[in-house]
């Protein structure tokens, strides 16, 4: 049973670290809406820098919002093609045409599902058939990933009330591999959420999945014969006797390295630590993880809210049945959590499912989507107000094709001498999907030491990054900007002159010179870098980011 403490309390504690509050602003951010709301995914449909809000409504239209930025959003629904009615579930963004922007699979209750290709243009055109994905059934969870190393996001659909499936993406074209993979899971019919992660760190996906009425998890690796078989029993996260799954979630709580998970449950949740050697243990009560008895937990999130590096968990709960409010654990960074959600503001009482986070206005700390049944509102956006909130690194992943959006690449980072793992990820908690960007909490750290991302061409190791600040990297480029266009070891006039040319469209950058050119990172190559550049020659540019990170070098770790 979980032990609550007054909300005096819980704010006196809370003040220690920092005044860790959320604020719901659906009404003013345009994002209030009568829906019944299943899932939420997260992603940034037309590649503005700004994640958007897809809503899987399950008695209406789907919902798009698009991000216009000051925390404002706009309904694009019927414009850009989604807004498609038919009891929806789940919706799940993946680049599965290979083309560098994110499509969206929308999983619905006892009819054909849907899959939108992005055309890029702000639209999308619904293609389930024409691209070979014809699946019927009641999908209660999912997840894309890439299940055989070739590159391209398979997709695995959880049905509930039979069996699970695997799709496979032969290049832009999905082809049933579930029988001859033994991918269906555990053959019954109460199976929920499922994910593809890498529990065991060896660079290749499992999938695990929860099911309801104490059935058990299930932990499905691929064997040598080419056949998945189910290690639940044997790493020790099978959870039969205690366990009605709804929902998952997966991070590294602990700062070892490992993936952990969160399941949410009917009744209390559970954590179980990942012990690095193929084993799990439930640490549920030692960690003050668990909800309160008669709760019932669907959406939930791991994620920093107050940037100190530890990761904390939001709880969605379904209110109606046993009048818990949702729930609030913050990482306390011994192994132990504390429950705060009165005094953060997140105590609300929405019938709530699905759940996600983003930074959705770029100021550096995480904000809250949840979506649940009310006539009135089925949406709750919490804007993250915490202050004072530590540093901050986020990062966005431009990976080669075919996987273009780094589905699936681990980061390691290391700051102060400790550690953050964390990977990109297709689907998660309940029924929804969090951001492709990553989010690094740094506490009180002002230096990244180091950030490994093991890309599928290999692992690079990034030094000199700045905090406070969002960035993209690229795979095959060990890149931070330098300025030095015409690599002859100097920033000169010479770059400006490279730099100046190409703006005026006498010449061109290579890939490589665009990355070393963007010296305020802000995406784009303009005036702005000439004036950097023009201020770094003259030694105008003392103390900045872009000095600090020429002077760092743009050097591998050893």
């Keep these: 049973m979980i032990f ?50 897809f809503v899987a409504n399950h008695s209406g239209d789907d ?48 009819a054909q599902c849907r899959l939108y290709r992005n055309e890029g243009n702000g639209t999308f055109t619904e293609v389930s058939t024409e691209a070979g994905l014809i699946h019927e059934g009641n999908v209660l969870g999912g997840s894309w990933g890439d299940y055989n190393g070739d590159g391209w996001p398979d ?25 001859e993979t033994g991918a269906q899971g555990p053959m019954n019919d109460l199976c929920m959420m499922a994910v593809f992660f890498d529990f065991d760190n060896d660079g290749d996906f499992e999938i695990l999945g929860t099911q309801d009425g104490y059935r058990g998890n299930y932990l499905l690796e691929m064997q040598v014969y080419g056949l998945y078989a189910n290690l639940a029993a044997e790493t020790g996260i099978l959870a039969m006797e205690s366990l009605q799954g709804m929902g998952l979630t997966v991070a590294d709580y602990n700062r070892d390295g490992w993936f952990d998970v969160y399941f949410s ?32 937990t669907w959406g939930t999130v791991f994620f920093d809210a107050d940037n100190d590096g530890w990761q904390d968990i939001y709880n969605n ?41 983003a930074d959705f206005d770029g100021d550096g700390d995480q904000d809250i989507i949840a979506v649940g049944y009310d006539d009135e509102n089925g949406i709750e956006f919490y804007r993250n107000d915490t202050s004072p909130a530590g540093n901050w690194l986020e990062v966005s992943l431009t990976g080669n094709a075919p996987n273009r959006l780094a589905l699936g690449v681990r980061l390691a980072l290391w700051s102060g001498g400790d550690q953050q793992a964390a990977f990109i990820q297709s689907g998660n908690g309940f029924l929804s999907q969090n951001s492709y960007t990553k989010h690094f909490g740094l506490g009180e750290n002002s230096d990244v030491d180091s950030l490994i991302v093991y890309w599928p061409s290999g692992s690079t190791c990034y030094e000199g990054l700045p ?18 266009l015409n690599d002859d070891a100097a920033l000169d006039i010479l770059d400006v002159v490279i730099l100046v040319s190409a703006l005026i469209g006498d010449s061109q950058l290579n890939t490589e010179q665009e990355c070393l050119a963007d010296a305020n990172q802000d995406f784009a190559v303009d005036i702005l870098d000439i004036v950097t550049f023009i201020g770094e020659i003259l030694g105008r540019s003392e103390g900045s980011d872009f000095r600090k990170n020429r002077e760092m070098g743009n050097t591998k770790c050893n």
Excluded: W
């Design 63 to 110: 919902r798009l919002f698009r991000n216009a930025g000051e925390l404002f959003f706009t309904e694009v629904s019927g414009q850009a093609g989604v807004a498609s009615a038919g009891a929806s579930q789940i919706g799940l963004a993946a680049d599965y045409d290979a083309d560098g922007d994110p499509d969206l699979f929308v999983g619905v209750t006892n």
């Design 467 to 484: 905090v406070n600040r969002s960035i993209t990297l690229m795979e095959g480029l060990a890149c931070y900007p330098d300025g030095d």
């Design 317 to 357: 709960n379904e209110s109606g049945f046993g009048s818990i409010s949702n729930t609030f654990f913050h990482n306390l960074g011994d192994g132990t959590f504390q429950e705060m959600a009165e005094a953060t503001g997140l105590d609300s009482f929405n019938s709530g499912y699905g759940t996600a986070c």
């Design 265 to 296: 449950n009917l009744h209390q949740n559970m954590l179980f630590r990942n012990n690095g050697d193929r084993t799990f243990s439930d640490v549920s009560a030692e960690s003050n993880t668990q909800d309160p008895f008669f709760s019932m």
């Design 155 to 179: 997709l695995y659909i959880v049905d509930f009330g039979g069996q699970n499936y695997l799709y496979e993406n032969t290049g832009g074209n999905f082809l049933d591999v579930t029988g």
């Design 4 to 53: 609550r403490v007054p909300f005096c309390l819980l704010f006196a504690v809370s003040m220690a670290f920092s005044e860790i509050l959320f604020s719901e602003i659906s009404e003013v951010s345009g994002l209030a809406a009568p829906v019944q709301g299943k899932g939420v995914c997260v992603f940034d449909y037309d590649q503005d820098g700004l994640d958007d809000i």
